[in-house]
Every structure is written in structure tokens, then in C-alpha cells.
């Protein structure tokens, strides 16, 4: 079946540093992926997709390519600010319609002035 | 403006009391989705409709049930029959037939059992 593992936080980092979130999934055929941001007491909003290999989707600063060789979507951010203290997910769909996304279990990010 | 509507916030309930958590959007999506978070768990899927008057289980369904009578809402009834039902409830939809399409989510609904 199709996975998504994500790398188990809480990751911490002062200003400025630069992050990386590991995601690594399993799917059949070709998936698009997804990640998502939540802030605290929010819902859930997209922050950069991709949808075929070697894409690069980019947001806020936010970058990740879509690896199909190592079946990674790494999430990396140059520089981050307080702002950026969220949870973030990794998801995955493939190409079946309506069918629902499958999610990682998330990665809580502090980032400290 | 366009989106998805969650109500209540806030809600709590007596142990053996159903309740009704409203989901409703404006986007004009045929595909709606149910989502249970609890920490460190991510995001569990209980229900989805991919069409008016179609649904189907998702991963954790026990103890819940959905109607889906219009297009724009799919409420979710969290029954007596959930063991532990104190969690943030996730509503979301999405649009279009292809893997490309994003998911919109409602603000969320925290219950909790007393």
C-alpha cells in the first residue's frame, strides 16, 4: 500500500538556521506529492507540490524535489524564522481520482529568536 | 471568499451523547474528507465522499457516521459507540479528477469528553 514516513520531531532550531525535514514514502504507481503546514490551533494548508519526478516545488522560501530514485520529497528551508514554528506534513496521492491523500505523521517545528 | 466552514470550535460532550460536527464549503468540490489528529498520530482518515449520496470508510470509521445529502455538507457524526473520542476534527475537500488537486481544509472542531 501506499506510505508516507516522515522524520519524528520535535525538531528545534534558532533563527536563520537551516532546516531539512526528511520525508521518504512508498507508493504504487506515479504519486504526486504534497507538503502541508499547520499552525497552531489551524487547519491544514498546502505549502508546495509536486507532481512528477525531478519537479521542484518551491514556497515561502520553502523548497523540495520530488526524487524518484530515492523515493524522497525532502523539505528544506535556507534560513527560518519564529514564524516558521509549525507542524509540518509530508502527503502523497496517486493517480486515482478523488482518492484521499496519505499523510505523514507530521514533524513539529520550534524555531527560537 | 471561498473555503470550508467548520463548526463548532470548541465542543463538549457527556460520555453516551452523540454529536454532530458541521462541515460545509463553497468551492464547489465534489470530494470530501474526514480527518481525526491526535498528537503524534497525524492525520487519520474516518470518512470520505468522492459524490452526493456516495461515501466510504476510511482507516478509523468505528464509531462514526457521515451523510452526504448536498454537495456543499458533510457533517460527521461522532456516536456513543467511539471509545475515545476527545480529538481535533479535520473537514477537508478538494476539486477536479486528477492527483494534482489540492486539499482544502476547515479550520478544525476540538471535542472533548467530560
Known amino acids: 500500500g501506499n506510505s508516507v514516513t516522515q522524520m519524528e520531531g520535535p525538531v528545534t532550531l534558532s533563527e536563520e538556521a537551516f532546516l531539512t525535514i526528511n520525508c521518504t514514502y512508498t507508493?504504487?504507481?506515479?504519486?504526486?506529492l504534497f507538503w502541508y503546514v499547520q499552525y497552531p490551533g489551524e487547519g491544514l494548508q498546502l505549502l508546495l507540490k509536486?507532481?512528477?519526478?525531478?519537479d521542484k516545488g518551491s514556497n515561502k522560501g520553502f523548497e523540495a524535489t520530488y526524487r524518484k530514485e530515492t523515493t524522497s520529497f525532502h523539505l528544506e528551508k535556507g534560513s527560518v524564522q519564529v514564524s516558521d514554528s509549525a507542524v509540518y506534513f509530508c502527503a502523497l496521492i496517486t493517480n486515482s481520482g478523488n482518492t484521499p491523500l496519505v499523510f505523514g505523521k507530521g514533524t513539529r517545528l520550534s524555531v527560537i529568536a | 471568499d471561498g473555503g470550508i466552514t467548520q463548526s463548532p470550535k470548541y465542543l463538549f460532550r457527556k460520555e453516551g451523547q452523540n454529536v454532530t460536527l458541521s462541515c460545509e464549503q463553497n468551492?464547489?468540490?465534489?470530494?470530501m474528507y474526514w480527518y481525526r489528529q491526535d498528537p503524534g498520530q497525524g492525520l487519520r482518515l474516518i470518512y470520505y465522499s468522492q459524490i452526493v449520496n456516495d461515501f466510504q470508510k476510511g482507516d478509523i470509521a468505528e464509531g462514526y457516521s457521515v451523510s452526504r445529502e448536498k454537495k456543499e455538507s458533510f457533517p460527521l457524526t461522532v456516536t456513543s459507540a467511539q471509545k475515545n473520542p476527545t480529538a481535533f476534527y479535520l473537514c477537508?475537500?478538494?476539486?477536479?479528477?486528477?492527483?494534482?488537486?489540492?486539499?482544502?481544509f476547515g479550520e478544525g472542531s476540538r471535542l472533548t469528553v467530560l
Open positions: 509536486a507532481t512528477k519526478a525531478d
Open positions: 468551492l464547489n468540490h465534489d470530494a
Open positions: 477537508a475537500s478538494r476539486g477536479g479528477g486528477t492527483n494534482t488537486g489540492e486539499l482544502f
Open positions: 507508493a504504487t504507481g506515479y504519486p504526486s
